[in-house]
């Protein structure tokens, strides 16, 4: 066994920045859905609704993925954004959300 060694993870990080990005964007995605289920109960979710919460992570998160591919956000250099870049980014927000919602409609009427 060899010891966790910080540089050679550090460099396995940088030569496959892709994977990265899209790791923290997963995490990103899941912690923002999270946050907003709470915050629609206070920060007391009803034990009832946490299949919900797991149900809807389950849409939500490849939907915001799917969506942040479709318009090409998970490219470029962030240091340089511009007023275009953030209305690219509230454009793939607004649609992410809308296919959610529209996958969680649909398979909510099915599931019934």
């Known amino acids: 066994m060899s010891p966790f060694n ?15 990005i899209r ?8 912690v923002a859905g999270v946050l907003a289920f709470m915050l629609r109960f206070d920060f007391a979710v009803p034990a009832e ?10 849409v939500f ?7 942040f591919y479709f ?7 962030w240091r340089y954004a511009s007023i275009r870049d953030v209305a690219r980014l ?3 927000n607004l649609f992410g959300s809308v296919l ?9 009427g099915i599931l019934s």
């Open 71 to 77: 318009f090409k956000m998970d490219r470029g250099w």
């Open 90 to 92: 509230a454009a793939a």
């Open 6 to 20: 910080l540089r050679r993870v550090a460099r396995h990080i940088i030569h496959h920045t892709r994977w990265a």
């Open 49 to 58: 609704n946490r299949p919900h919460l797991l149900a809807a992570l389950c």
């Open 23 to 30: 790791t923290v964007q997963l995490a990103i995605f899941a």
């Open 100 to 108: 959610a919602l529209s996958l969680i409609h649909i398979s909510s």
């Open 61 to 67: 998160v490849p939907a915001k993925i799917f969506a």
